[in-house]
């Protein structure tokens, strides 16, 4: 497929500012990692925008640049970072409580972690149970506490030197919940905002902040978020990508790559149990019954819509999906996530698979946060606006268009995500078709 017009896409000029909700675990390994690999200390391994490649043309054509030369993305040493939590401790104190990065990495990049210090938080116990602290935004209605983070948000522009800015929640799990009337229309959102409806999240309420300010905002987190009609309109409106939820770093990565072969292969599965034991803060914050339903929400619906059980009956309709996720302390962000494959083959024989994956929860999650603000940012500067799907490859529960199934493949992702790269600068689109060889 041929296109003859590429999109027009305004330059990477000036800073990057990388505002997060959540100075944690994951957002401090991404803002060391960023500092130490400026520095020559480290390799940006699993990034695609620093690491891989993308084939244009023929596969006879010997073109493979490198992403970040093919599309005007912000360089590493432009990016500047600020963020929220309700916790005073700095970056580098965080980095140093999350024992994800080694000591003496840390010191080495221990001047630029400890400028950043987290402004107040928008905090609400009700939607993050088990935490609590002193650092957060008092009294006034949930529309003065959006106002105080839009302040936040043009101080730090004007503090920091971005010329740009993305948003990316990195912050705890919030309880499981379902849009309500308040969702329905941004008027609606806007008055329950100044009602204190207590249905609005304050994830919600940075998202509402960022979309307001310009800002493009990404869920790292399964929380509801932007999946409601009234920010998805907002961002529609003010002509801005968004994108989401939940980082798809360790069990479900696995699940992703694993279920779509069996599938490819007709093979049957009677029974995926999936049980992970972790640590860290998240791990804690997910011991609560309503913060795990969230996750468990967005861990379970990969295999169903994977495997489209509706259409292949006799392979997965009796599939039983289970996910436990266990808090244990001694094993901090290195998480053991145990998968257990029932699957059956030919006549319907049954045969076992086991997977031991001891993985590292923000190790996996750091690049792709890079990858995401990065290609936000491009998103942004090519007047894309709305859901952003070829950004499903992040995403545990990619956001999609009401009414379509997300596409959970990873391999299907990575070749949209291609794609769209390709498409913004007006190369053939690679469909795998390669009859032209043969002639
Ligand atoms: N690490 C991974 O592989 C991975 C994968 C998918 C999703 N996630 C999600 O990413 C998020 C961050 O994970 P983490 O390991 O860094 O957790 P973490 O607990 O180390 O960090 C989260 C931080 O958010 C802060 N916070 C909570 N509510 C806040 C609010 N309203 N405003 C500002 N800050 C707030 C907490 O105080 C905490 O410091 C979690 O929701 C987690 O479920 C992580």
Redesign the pocket.
């Known amino acids: 497929m041929s296109l003859s017009e590429s999109v027009r896409i305004a330059p990477a000029d000036g800073k990057l500012g990388i505002l997060i ?7 401090t390994t991404f803002i060391a990692g960023v500092e130490a690999i400026k520095r020559g200390l480290g390799v940006p391994v699993g990034s695609l925008t620093q690491l891989a490649t993308i084939r244009l043309g023929k596969r006879t054509d010997a073109r493979t640049p490198m992403i970040k030369d093919f599309v005007p993305l912000a360089g590493l040493d432009d990016l500047v970072f600020g963020g ?4 005073e401790d700095t970056a580098y104190e ?1 980095a140093v409580n ?1 024992k994800v990065l080694d000591a003496a990495l840390l010191e080495k990049v221990r001047e630029p972690l400890q400028a950043i210090r987290p402004m107040k ?3 609400d116990s009700s939607y ?1 149970k088990r ?1 609590d ?1 002193p650092n957060v935004k008092e009294g006034g209605s949930k529309m003065d506490k959006a106002e105080m983070l839009m302040e936040d948000i043009a101080n730090f522009q004007t503090s920091s030197g971005a010329s740009r800015m993305v948003m990316i929640w ?4 919030e309880v499981f919940h379902r849009p309500s009337a308040v969702h329905a229309t941004l008027r609606d959102f806007e008055c329950g905002l100044m009602k204190n409806d207590p249905e609005i999240s ?2 919600q309420i940075y998202a509402y902040a960022a979309l307001k300010s310009g800002v493009p905002f990404a869920n ?3 929380n509801l978020t932007t999946d409601t009609p009234a920010l998805l309109d907002l961002a529609r409106e003010r002509q801005i990508p968004l994108c989401g939820k ?2 798809k ?2 069990q479900t990565f696995m699940k992703t790559l694993l279920a779509p072969g069996f599938k490819a292969r007709m093979l049957g599965m009677s029974g995926w149990f999936s049980t992970n034991i972790l640590g ?3 791990g804690e ?2 011991e609560d019954p309503g913060s795990f339903k969230s ?1 468990e929400e967005t861990k379970l619906s990969v295999l169903e819509q994977i495997l489209q059980p509706h259409l292949y009956p006799e392979l997965y309709k009796d599939l039983y999906h289970a996910v436990r996720i266990n808090y244990y302390p001694p094993r901090g ?1 290195s998480k053991e996530g145990w998968d257990n494959i029932d699957i059956f083959g030919w006549l319907g024989y049954p045969m076992q698979i086991k997977i031991d994956f001891l993985c590292r ?2 190790i ?2 750091a690049p792709l946060v890079l990858d995401l603000v990065l290609f936000l940012d491009l998103a942004q500067r090519s007047g894309m606006k709305g859901i952003q799907e070829w950004l499903s490859f992040y995403f ?1 529960a990619p956001m999609t268009a009401p009414g379509l199934y997300p596409e959970h493949d990873i391999f299907i992702q990575l070749m949209k995500l291609k794609n769209t790269l390709r498409w913004m600068r007006g190369e053939d689109l690679i469909t795998h078709l390669g009859l032209e060889y043969y002639d």
């Open positions: 909700p959540g100075i944690g675990a994951v957002s929220w939590d309700i916790f965080a999350a938080a928008v905090f993050i935490i602290g990195c912050g705890s799990t304050p994830s790292g987190a399964p939940d980082f770093t360790g860290n803060r998240d914050v997910l996750k962000d929860d923000s996996l999650a545990k």
